[in-house]
């Protein structure tokens, strides 16, 4: 049954991602069609074709590789300068020209006479910005709408008053979890106030030393306060209030570290021996901005120091060394993850949709961010060229010299095709690390 799960959530994952592209792409079809460019092609994925259908001009189909997708538009490239716009020069010289020249004849061989003035380069700036922005602000408004389910629909996890774990044994340094042995016993150590003081988890604290709680920070702040000896608390217990009193007790409590493993040393302090509970808590659809914008501030620093990352993951990958468990994730692997939180025993079906749908937000957040980068092949190449020939055309209207024409991305092709080829040893690091080191839920 849990393979079966797994595979199923596999299949949640294949889905939802083949959804998010087909959305970046007709994010850039609707556009381009709206504003009379010739679309030839819309395709989900790369490789070889696995089914299509020609509708109108346009073939929409579905490839191989469900890694990505296109849309194909004539005349990307405009025409070498100084030439009639359907020749380029005779002779070329050196491998990189060579390769401009070639990719600018396959962009005109797409031109039809008929369809001169339905080419891409020819579109005003501001429409070709448009097209170019549409796929990531499609995944952005997906990422919203996936956000807005999980927060204001599902609801978030919460801590809350309500106890969630009752701790038997006063943890020690030799056992930190203060788990009972087999007997049922603490053995040398004691019983933990909460569990001398007769709490149970599901209660509700709603007095601790006759200060009200309402939240668990209540709760933490007069557990603090509170002097040694009887403690009277009240807690909701099925519907109605029951008082207590427990032996409160300061005493030396294991640490940990910022990975929650024990540290060996101890502070002196207040020990109740309760956990919190968590409750999901909707929230306003307001607060689905504020949200976005403080993951896109960490999807950004993620970014800016992919290389950094990338070379820890080879590192880790290649070596002895534990995979870090924040670092990058590749589709495989954020599937694997899928897979398994679908497979949770024990866990509200509630919690494992919450889950995926909070995935697969953070996955369309991060290819609008990572869709504007600057450089070709990504949509932010395209506006950012589409932006520098704004700028040299305006430059040149206040010096009133002639128009310089369209900027020449073409030219840029030894540069997009050098990034092409990094992305793909990148996806192939992070493929091999998700296949043979890959991250899981357990850790």
């Not at 504003?35 to 579905?62: A, D, H, L």
């Not at 031109?111 to 990531?136: C, S, T």
């Not at 808590?281 to 950004?300: C, G, L, N, Y």
């Not at 897979?339 to 919450?354: H, I, R, S, Y």
Request: hydrophobic share 45%.
């Amino acid at each position: 049954m849990t393979m079966a799960l797994e595979v199923f959530g596999w299949l949640i994952f294949l889905v939802g991602i083949g959804v998010s592209i087909g959305l970046h792409e007709i994010g850039h079809l609707m556009p381009a069609k709206a504003f009379g460019v010739k679309v030839t092609q819309y395709m989900i994925g790369f490789g070889p074709t696995i089914w299509s259908r020609n509708k109108g001009e346009t073939e929409y189909g579905v490839k191989a590789i469900p890694l990505g997708g296109y849309i194909r538009m004539i005349g990307m490239y405009p025409p070498e300068k100084g030439t009639d716009g359907t020749m380029l020069r005779a002779s070329t010289t050196g491998r990189f020209a060579t390769l401009v020249n070639d990719a600018r004849q396959q962009s005109m061989d797409e031109v039809q006479p008929e369809d001169a003035q339905r080419v891409f380069y020819k579109l005003p700036v501001h429409k070709r910005i448009i097209i170019m922005l549409g796929g990531p602000v499609m995944n952005l408004v997906l990422a919203f709408i996936l956000f807005a389910i999980v927060i204001a629909g599902i609801g978030t996890p919460h801590i809350t008053n309500t106890i969630g774990k009752v701790v038997p044994c006063t943890p020690t340094v030799s056992q930190p979890d203060g788990l009972a042995d087999t007997s049922g016993g603490c053995g040398s150590a004691t019983q933990t106030p909460a569990a001398a003081g007769g709490l149970k988890a599901g209660d509700t604290i709603v007095s601790f030393d006759g200060k009200p709680v309402s939240a668990w920070t209540d709760a933490q702040s007069a557990i603090h306060d509170a002097a040694p000896g009887a403690v009277p608390v009240v807690v909701d217990r099925n519907g109605s209030q029951v008082a207590l009193t427990v032996p409160m007790a300061t005493i030396d409590v294991p640490t940990y570290d910022s990975n929650g493993k024990p540290t060996g040393k101890t502070e002196s302090r207040n020990f109740l021996g309760v956990s919190p509970g968590v409750a999901r808590q909707t929230e306003s659809i307001t607060t689905v901005p504020s949200f976005m914008w403080d993951t896109s501030k960490r999807a950004v620093s993620t970014i800016v120091t992919l290389p950094a990352r990338l070379w820890d993951l080879t590192r880790q990958t290649f070596t002895s060394e534990a995979r870090d468990p924040n670092g990058i994730v590749g589709p495989v692997g954020v599937g694997r993850i899928t897979g398994e939180m679908v497979a949770l025993e024990n866990t509200p079906v509630l919690d494992k949709v919450a889950g995926v749908l909070g995935l697969l937000a953070g996955l369309n957040l991060f290819l609008f961010l990572f869709n504007l980068i600057p450089l070709l092949p990504l949509d932010g190449g395209h506006v950012a060229g589409a932006v520098w020939e704004s700028i040299k055309r305006g430059w040149a209207r206040v010096r009133h010299l002639p128009d310089p024409g369209p900027v020449d991305i073409a030219k840029a092709l030894p540069l997009t095709y050098a990034m092409s080829i990094l992305l793909m040893a990148m996806g192939a690091v992070v493929l091999y690390a998700d296949l043979v080191k890959p991250i899981t839920l357990g850790g």
